[in-house]
């Protein structure tokens, strides 16, 4: 059985930086796609970042430049670095895996940008 565990969430004032980190447990190997999604009140889930196995990324247009993926294959984890972070990042950030053909989702971590 695979669980996710998110942490890092935080308030942050805008213009700052903050850093989550998603671990993966269970009997795994090679996880195809790692990523996050995020979702404001009354919005649809979308889109963070992606990170394959074969080391491709993908971003959300509105994170371009300002957010970075990376993982750590060997400790089933993936990080996300958030820098100048604006209002309209505030969201639940979900961790997300896509492993032998099955989605996974973590709980949720709550980011808030507000001075």
């Known amino acids: 059985q695979v669980q996710l565990v998110e942490s890092g969430g935080d308030l942050v004032q805008p213009g700052g930086s903050l850093s989550l980190a998603c671990a993966a447990s269970?009997?795994?190997?090679?996880?195809?796609?790692m990523g996050w999604y995020r979702q404001a009140p009354g919005t649809q889930r979308e889109l963070v970042a992606t990170h394959t196995n074969a080391g491709s990324t993908t971003y959300g247009n509105s994170v371009k430049g300002r957010f970075t993926i990376s993982r750590d294959s060997a400790k089933n984890t993936v990080y996300l670095q958030m820098n100048s972070l604006q209002p309209g990042d505030t969201a639940v950030y979900y961790c997300y895996i896509y492993y032998r053909g099955t989605p996974y989702w973590g709980q949720g971590t709550q980011v808030t940008v507000s001075s």
């Open positions: 269970g009997t795994i190997f090679s996880i195809a796609i």
